[in-house]
Nanobody, 121 residues
Framework: QVTLVESGGGLVQSGGSLRLSCEASVRTFSTYAMGWFRQAPGKEREFVAAISWSGGIYYADSVKGRFTISRDNAKNTVYLQMNSLKPEDTAVYYC???????????????WGQGTQVTVSS
């Protein structure tokens, strides 16, 4: 069982930055692939970024060059650094986890509760 708790969301102006954190309560964190998804009002949840247990990284085209995913296995935490934020980045951001990177980018088995990110124009 994996419990995920996100933090770091908030209100920021267009062009600003935020860093999201997700702490996992699992002893074998280093063996899990981790990801971030987001869901805007009236839209489906979409993939944002993922990082494998070995450090392989994947991004959605919409965030490439602006967002950076990283992990600290000693802290059981995955981060999402978001720069050059746009109003269209406004969404609830969810942390996700699964054993395989191919699964965490599509249908992860574990989800956090979400954290709101609002970007004002």
């Amino acid at each position: 069982q994996v419990t995920l708790v996100e933090s770091g969301g908030g209100l920021v102006q267009s062009g600003g930055s935020l860093r999201l954190s997700c702490e996992a309560s699992v002893r074998t964190f280093s063996t899990y692939a981790m990801g971030w998804f987001r869901q805007a009002p009236g839209k489906e949840r979409e993939f944002v970024a993922a990082i494998s247990w070995s450090g392989g990284i994947y991004y959605a085209d919409s965030v490439k060059g602006r967002f950076t995913i990283s992990r600290d296995n000693a802290k059981n935490t995955v981060y999402l650094q978001m720069n050059s934020l746009k109003p269209e980045d406004t969404a609830v951001y969810y942390c996700a986890a699964d054993r395989a990177i191919v699964v965490v980018t599509s249908t992860p088995g574990y989800w956090g509760q979400g954290t709101q990110v609002t970007v004002s124009s």
